[in-house]
């Protein structure tokens, strides 16, 4: 079904230059005098994301004229055009001259039109796109609803969705494609061996739970997908200060991230056996709150002393992990807000990731760049298990003060062994200010690239 915003017909649609400094002398000596004038008179000079409204002879709107990056920019951005919806009166547009990559920029449309109004009404977007050609409008629809989706999740503040709301949505979306669902709640956890997210969540009103839903053929190559569930994050009795709690709401946006994910693979129906896994909690304070120092067991056997209690997130992980590595599947990956360090080492835009096998690696790469969904790749440096150690159990949950990313994914990497491949990513889930498809708030990130990448594997 194609996006309310994706038209099929140019029938009454208005033209979209898109050009650049070096084109737009061309083409603007091909418009009619009168938007020649006014482009001239409104000072318009093709700069990246700088447009113009052009009237015709009559005073109405002839069309618009869009500065893309210059030609021979070395890394353009396909995503530029999503400033348009916002900027467009009402009415159907159409591109008059092609995008550099037009599924990208019919894309970047849609995820540019999005806005988050739950708890404040604002006027819908109506600037509609006509699809460009050989651009698979059910797809670039698809995806475009599993970033909205994940976004709405994130920027839906704890008081409406804790760790059942985050179920409520696992269930509605498992529900939509028929997947088999299951949940593991409070001190069930406990009789089924997930000691980890127990601990971690048994402070809060709202029990812990592991989310757990599978779709697909028997038969079909496992993927499955892990991702942070925590609802709000206190830091716990390590708490932390009111300025680092403003945004934590976002703490479930690997959970946010994996959902996104999930209904695209679903969606497109792709031919994998998927399995998706959140542990969903929220880190709060009470006097059965778990403490430092203490010595928690893991769904794997291995014990874990409790370094700070604001590293929880590798906790729940780690009992997801731990289970979806016993079905030695194809691949597991897991996307969790996980640590500032990895902001610190390459800021809120760009994720790292940790893998051991290259070949992966450098799929991702590509994938992340081929999308716009770009990612990083940081090493499992061996010699940094170290900082992991205790003197009273199999290891800490807290590393040095340095390469605070590298050590949360060591950590994450001993809960996984039988897998045929893993990767960790640890993303930020969060727009700190609005850029061009990318509203301010909350954002999927690394789910586009790991739907290509699967969809290169598996993909007729």
Not at 152 to 175: F, H, Y
Not at 255 to 265: D, K, P
Not at 294 to 321: C, F, Q, W
């Amino acid at each position: 079904m194609h996006h309310p915003l994706l038209a099929s017909s140019t029938e009454s649609s208005l033209p979209i230059w898109l050009v650049s400094e070096a084109t737009w002398p061309q083409l603007a000596t091909d418009l009619p005098a009168a938007a020649q004038n006014f482009a001239k008179a409104q000072g318009f000079e093709a700069k990246a994301g700088s447009h113009c409204l052009l009237p015709d002879a009559d005073g109405g709107l002839l069309g618009a004229v869009f500065g893309l990056d210059g030609d021979g920019a070395k890394h353009p951005n396909p995503f530029l055009v999503g400033k348009l919806p916002a900027l467009l009166p009402d009415g159907v547009y159409r591109f008059e001259t092609e995008a550099p990559d037009p599924a990208l920029a019919a894309l970047a449309w849609l995820l540019g039109s999005y806005s988050f109004n739950r708890y404040r009404k604002r006027p819908a977007k109506s600037a509609r796109l006509v699809v460009p050609s050989g651009v698979d409008a059910d797809e670039v629809s698809r995806i475009a609803d599993a970033v909205a989706m994940g976004r709405d999740l994130v920027n839906t503040p704890t008081s409406d969705l804790g760790p059942d709301g985050i179920e409520a949505a696992a269930r509605k979306l498992a529900d939509k494609h028929g997947a088999a669902f299951s949940s593991i709640v409070g001190d069930d956890l406990l009789k089924q061996n997930f000691p980890m997210i127990h601990a971690v969540g048994r402070a809060s009103a709202t029990p812990p739970r592991l989310i757990d839903f599978t779709w697909g053929r028997e038969d079909a190559p496992r993927i499955t997908l892990v991702g942070k569930g925590v609802a709000f994050d206190t830091g716990g009795l390590d708490i932390k200060p009111s300025s680092s709690m403003l945004l934590m709401r976002k703490d479930m946006g690997g959970a946010a991230a994996t959902l996104a994910l999930a209904a695209m693979i679903m969606g497109s129906d792709l031919p994998v056996r998927l399995r998706v896994l959140i542990p969903a909690v929220e880190n709060s304070i009470s006097s059965n709150a778990f403490r430092p120092g203490d010595i928690l067991n893991s769904r794997k056997g291995i014990t874990v002393e409790i370094g700070n209690t604001d590293a929880e997130g590798r906790l729940i992980l780690a009992d997801a992990l731990a289970l979806a590595d016993e079905e030695s599947p194809e691949l597991v990956v897991d996307f969790a807000t996980l640590t500032g360090a990895a902001r610190v080492a390459l800021g809120p835009e760009l994720p790292p990731f940790f893998t051991d096998d290259d070949a992966l690696a450098a799929e991702i790469a590509e994938c992340g760049m081929a999308v716009n969904d770009p990612v990083w790749r940081l090493p499992l440096w061996a010699p940094y298990q170290s900082q992991l150690d205790s003197k009273f159990a199999d290891m800490n949950n807290t590393g040095g003060p340095l390469a605070g990313s590298i050590t949360a994914a060591l950590f994450l990497r001993r809960f996984v062994s039988a897998a045929k491949a893993y990767v960790h990513f640890d993303i930020f889930a969060w727009n700190s200010s609005a850029k061009p498809a990318r509203p301010e708030g909350g954002e999927v990130q690394a789910a586009r690239l790991i739907y290509a990448l699967l969809k290169q594997r598996y993909g007729s």
